[in-house]
């Protein structure tokens, strides 16, 4: 298996992870963001790319308000909400999912050259 598959797999469980930290713990909003920030943090790490900082806080801001948005707009809401209309586990659901997704498309841009 080369590097970027082995990459791609890892990032995969990683972003299970992110999931399964919600699933389980929405309601443990603190042990919830515990785990998610640790999970962010080995997503960082497993890319080696410094502008991984960035593009997490991109992801977690940017998507952050667009969830407040659509919360404040009535297109949805959620059960427990700490700041905004928001849980306060979503902003670093989304810098996760912002690493996740630079990392398969770095992926399918290797798989398909």
Same mark, same amino acid.
């Given at each position: 298996?080369?590097?970027?598959?082995?990459?791609?797999?890892?990032?995969?469980?990683?972003? *299970?992870?992110?999931?399964?930290?919600?699933? #389980?713990?929405?309601?443990?909003? /603190?042990? @919830? &963001?515990?785990?998610?920030v640790l999970l962010g943090l080995l997503m960082m790490v497993i890319e080696g790319k410094w502008d991984s900082? *960035?593009?997490?806080?991109?992801?977690?801001? #940017?998507?952050?308000?667009?969830? /407040?948005? @659509? &919360?404040?707009?009535?297109?949805?809401?959620?059960?427990?909400?700490?700041?905004?209309?928001?849980?306060?586990?979503?902003?670093?659901?989304?810098?996760?999912?912002?690493? #996740?997704?630079?990392?398969?498309?770095?992926?399918? &841009?290797?798989?398909?050259?």
């Amino acid at each position: 298996m080369n590097k970027q598959t082995q990459k791609m797999v890892v990032m995969s469980v990683l972003a *299970l992870g992110t999931l399964l930290s919600i699933v #389980f713990f929405w309601r443990d909003w /603190i042990l @919830a &963001v515990v785990l998610l920030v640790l999970l962010g943090l080995l997503m960082m790490v497993i890319e080696g790319k410094w502008d991984s900082v *960035l593009l997490y806080f991109i992801a977690f801001i #940017f998507g952050s308000l667009s969830e /407040i948005v @659509a &919360v404040h707009f009535g297109a949805w809401d959620y059960t427990l909400p700490q700041f905004a209309g928001i849980s306060a586990w979503l902003p670093f659901v989304w810098g996760n999912a912002g690493l #996740f997704m630079r990392r398969a498309n770095e992926f399918i &841009v290797y798989f398909f050259r």
